[in-house]
């Protein structure tokens, strides 16, 4: 019995020890986060073509899929033949004008009919254009959340790609540290498999503490206080999202207490004999 209470105690001297020792140390536990930009179409319809798959490297303007056109065709002719209709009506409005057998009001309302007409073509050749969603970035393509063959809500993702520069490094660090931390201060990490030197920039501190106590910052419990910080890797291409790595800070020193102002007391003066 006096075995185990013995070998207990050791345990927790060493890890009061390790906490004590941890408690000046820069180093803090992260992990890579990234920015990932989705794309989706602008109106409901059916894949054709899925002409991408996960882990894929993509370009700026590469062709991602492909949707089914019919309803956006319908429009197209539509809007053509209404040009064309209202645009024969303008031309004769224009010459009976011209010949003093118009009057400027019939020319004024035809203008303004083709005129519609050539803002509506515009508008289903757009809407045809978009159904060929090209990607918007250069990056790796990280998920596909649908087949060829599926129909894909408005505005609901069909495919996520992360731009090497959406590449962060998250941590936090206590309170105590937070104000000696600014934007662009250096940093250094690494990580399992990472190039040894691996550097960035904080790019972010958040204003909002977490993990914080529920009722009262007693100064007891002020050691609590977490901050979210985000720095910017200077070469992201190494890293993936969610691997864990060791960040060290270099915070600025602790501002020396500026000394009181002194004060010159004299001495009060006794009355001379009379």
Same mark, same amino acid.
């Given at each position: ?15 009061l020890v390790?906490?004590?020792s941890?408690? @000046?140390?820069?180093v ?12 989706s ?14 882990g894929?490297a993509v370009?700026?303007? %590469?062709?991602?899929?492909?949707? @089914? ?5 319908a ?11 209202t ?7 224009? %010459? ?11 020319? @004024?309302?035809t ?10 073509l515009?508008a289903a050749?757009?809407?045809?254009a978009?159904?060929r969603?090209?990607? &918007? ?12 063959g ?35 201060d250096?940093i250094?990490f690494?990580?399992d498999g990472?190039?040894p030197?691996m ?5 972010f501190?958040?204003q ?5 106590p ?14 979210l ?6 070469d ?9 790595? @060791?960040?060290?800070?270099?915070p ?6 500026? &000394? ?7 001495p009060?003066?006794k009355?001379?004999?009379?």
């Amino acid at each position: 019995m006096t075995t185990r209470w013995f070998a207990a105690a050791c345990a927790g001297l060493c890890l009061l020890v390790s906490a004590c020792s941890n408690s @000046d140390n820069n180093v803090f536990q992260g992990w890579i986060e990234g920015d990932f930009i989705f794309v989706s179409p602008d109106e409901q319809g059916r894949i054709e073509q899925m002409l991408v798959r996960q882990g894929d490297a993509v370009k700026t303007g %590469q062709l991602l899929f492909v949707l @089914d056109e019919d309803l956006q065709q319908a429009d197209l002719g539509v809007a053509q033949a209404t040009l064309a209709n209202t645009k024969q009506a303008f031309e004769r409005a224009q %010459q009976l004008l011209q010949s003093k057998a118009g009057t400027q009001k019939d020319f @004024d309302v035809t203008q303004a009919l083709y005129r519609e007409a050539q803002a509506r073509l515009a508008a289903a050749q757009t809407r045809l254009a978009r159904r060929r969603l090209l990607s &918007p970035v250069t990056g790796l393509v990280q998920q596909v959340y649908y087949r060829a063959g599926e129909t894909v809500p408005a505005s609901r993702p069909i495919v996520s790609i992360l731009p090497p520069g959406n590449l962060k490094v998250r941590f936090y660090v206590p309170e105590l540290m937070v104000a000696r931390l600014a934007i662009d201060d250096p940093i250094k990490f690494g990580c399992d498999g990472c190039p040894p030197g691996m550097t960035g920039k904080i790019s972010f501190i958040s204003q909002y503490a977490e993990y914080t106590p529920p009722v009262i910052y007693s100064q007891q419990e002020r050691h609590k206080l977490l901050y979210l910080i985000e720095a910017l890797p200077s070469d992201p291409s190494a890293l993936r999202v969610g691997q864990p790595v @060791d960040v060290t800070v270099t915070p600025k020193p602790h501002p020396e207490p500026t &000394p009181a102002a002194k004060t010159d007391i004299k001495p009060e003066s006794k009355p001379g004999p009379k």
